[in-house]
């Protein structure tokens, strides 16, 4: 098979549930039927979810992509002899030139959707394990120091700068200290995470690596949402590889440090998300919030010093002991230091996963990565950050993606997703779904959110059905929305209003209320 022409299939979830398993079988079936040695690579996505599934060939001119495929399109580009790269309908021409992936800063999806995620020798072939090597010979205060410098701040939601995080553990003396990796990914239109984990899994291995270095920890567990088998399944194997190179165990190239990690299956629930609920989870019970202090940092995992960092946050710390904190710093503005992986979801044409330095527009996202909506209606409403961040009108879409700009219009970034709605959303109906969202989810630990959320679905109902008290129950609901901010435990509680406040403020009319009523009752 050595001179066989290379088949990219993405193996990633998302391009499987597009038929991406069929795809593969039938390019098989039908190379062999032409007597024509092919080898078909499962890498991950490249994120140009439209276009799933997407085939990529390795012309001599580079990579070609072709999408989306369907079996039955195989016959007809080996017609067209998409071998050499032939010109087709669904040829997109070089896959780098393809304007929603050129206009990208890929920094810690630089791999994905271009390497065999289990082929170690791809990984290293393409920058992988350099920034461990570097981590092995330097002393653990001074990797905790370039990752401060670097001004990498936690992609999970809350944005804590992570090296800050990590010399809290380095500082607590304890006989065992923990790794855990947060993977549980449950804000809606977010897969960064997930495509992360099937695309480049080693990136994630590394970082916990160089992290476990950098706080004198032994263990290591990746938290995975149990509703992402596909992720689990290559992040076992991944680590058996790892391990089996010796980049992982008990030696870890021979440098006598020592780093065991496993992964393990979430349990189904949005608040196992919050840090504190899923330690509380990773130690076999139910997930319920514990209050702060003490930080996980200094008590977390069976008690023990625990850094919990988000998937992208760990797989971003590679590439940063690999080039340096001034190259990662340089990306982004403000305070908000390098890139991050937006996901653009909902009613968008070009759905997908777009890494950006901070600093561009929703406008930028939306328009010319996402071509608008897909249903080609004008888009009214963005939710951004999962369901605890705000819904944004139009007026709001030339704000920089910035971790202040946002938090100055009462909005955030969080994980990054973006979730699109065009002028059929009823935006009162949101807000409703923001309370119940909460009640369900809501661990039940603190009043104002165990009641609050159920009160807040009530006053919302009445609300839009009408009648003389509508001001006052506006003034209800701005009254309850201060209390569960100001009351809850925990983000789920305190920032359920978050949402609830921002589709009254900007969409009064789908509450009934004229815009000038809304801001009185303010
Ligand atoms: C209700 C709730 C759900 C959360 N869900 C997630 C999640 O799915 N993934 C994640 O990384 N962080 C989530 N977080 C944030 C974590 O509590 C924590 O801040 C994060 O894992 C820390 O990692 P980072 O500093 O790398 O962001 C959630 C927080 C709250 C309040
Ligand atoms: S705010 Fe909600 S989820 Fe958080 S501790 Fe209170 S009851 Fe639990």
Request: aromatic share 6%.
């Amino acid at each position: 098979m050595g001179n066989a022409i290379r088949i990219y299939v993405p193996r990633d979830a998302a391009a499987v549930a597009a038929g991406a398993d069929a795809v593969a079988h039938r390019i098989d079936a039908e190379a062999r039927h032409r007597n024509q040695p092919v080898r078909i690579i499962r890498n991950g996505s490249r994120g140009l979810l439209w276009l799933e599934p997407m085939v990529e060939i390795d012309t001599a001119a580079g990579r070609i992509a072709y999408g989306p495929v369907v079996p039955e399109d195989v016959p007809g580009l080996f017609e067209a002899g998409w071998l050499e790269g032939g010109a087709h309908a669904l040829c997109h021409g070089p896959t780098d030139d393809i304007p929603y992936l050129r206009r990208q800063e890929r920094l810690t999806f630089a791999r994905v959707g271009i390497i065999d995620p289990l082929d170690l020798d791809d990984y290293a072939a393409h920058g992988g394990w350099l920034g461990l090597r570097n981590a092995l010979e330097m002393r653990a205060e001074d990797i905790v120091e370039c990752v401060t410098a670097s001004g990498l701040r936690g992609r999970g939601g809350a944005a804590f700068p992570t090296g800050i995080k990590w010399k809290t553990v380095l500082t607590s003396p304890a006989d065992r200290k923990y790794i855990v990796c947060n993977a549980d990914e449950g804000d809606s239109g977010t897969f960064s995470d997930r495509m992360l984990m099937e695309g480049d899994p080693c990136a994630l291995i590394e970082g916990m690596a160089i992290a476990a270095l950098a706080v004198g920890a032994t263990q290591g567990y990746i938290y995975v949402r149990s509703e992402y088998p596909h992720a689990i399944a290559i992040l076992k194997h991944a680590i058996a590889r790892a391990q089996a190179a010796g980049w992982l165990g008990a030696d870890i190239q021979g440098s006598n440090r020592h780093f065991d990690l496993e992964v393990r299956s979430g349990a189904g629930a949005y608040i196992c998300g919050e840090e504190t609920s899923l330690l509380e989870s990773l130690e076999g019970k139910r997930g319920v919030i514990r209050p702060k202090p003490p930080l996980p940092a200094i008590q977390g995992l069976f008690g023990k010093p625990t850094v919990v960092n988000n998937v992208i946050s760990l797989a971003t710390v590679p590439a940063i002991l690999a080039r340096g904190a001034a190259w990662y710093r340089d990306f982004g503005v403000g305070r908000s230091h390098g890139t991050l992986p937006f996901q653009l979801a909902g009613n968008i044409r070009c759905g997908g996963l777009v890494e950006k330095a901070f600093g561009l527009t929703l406008r930028e996202l939306l328009e010319d990565f996402g071509g608008g909506s897909a249903s080609g209606r004008p888009l009214r409403a963005v939710q951004v950050g999962g369901p605890l961040g705000a819904y944004l009108p139009e007026s709001q879409w030339d704000v920089p993606l910035d971790y202040e700009a946002y938090q100055k219009i009462s909005a955030m970034i969080g994980h990054g997703g973006i979730v699109a709605f065009d002028d059929t959303v009823d935006m009162a109906r949101m807000a409703h779904y923001a309370m119940e969202f909460c009640a369900v989810e809501s661990c039940g630990k603190c009043t104002p959110c165990r009641i609050g959320s159920t009160r807040g679905m009530e006053v919302i109902e009445k609300i839009a059905a009408g009648g003389p008290q509508r001001e006052a129950q506006v003034h209800l609901l701005r009254d309850l929305c201060d209390t569960m901010i100001g009351g809850s435990l925990c983000a789920l509680g305190g920032m359920t209003p978050f949402p609830v406040m921002s589709a009254l403020e900007h969409f009064p009319e789908d509450f009934g209320l004229e815009p000038s009523r809304a801001a009185c009752a303010a």
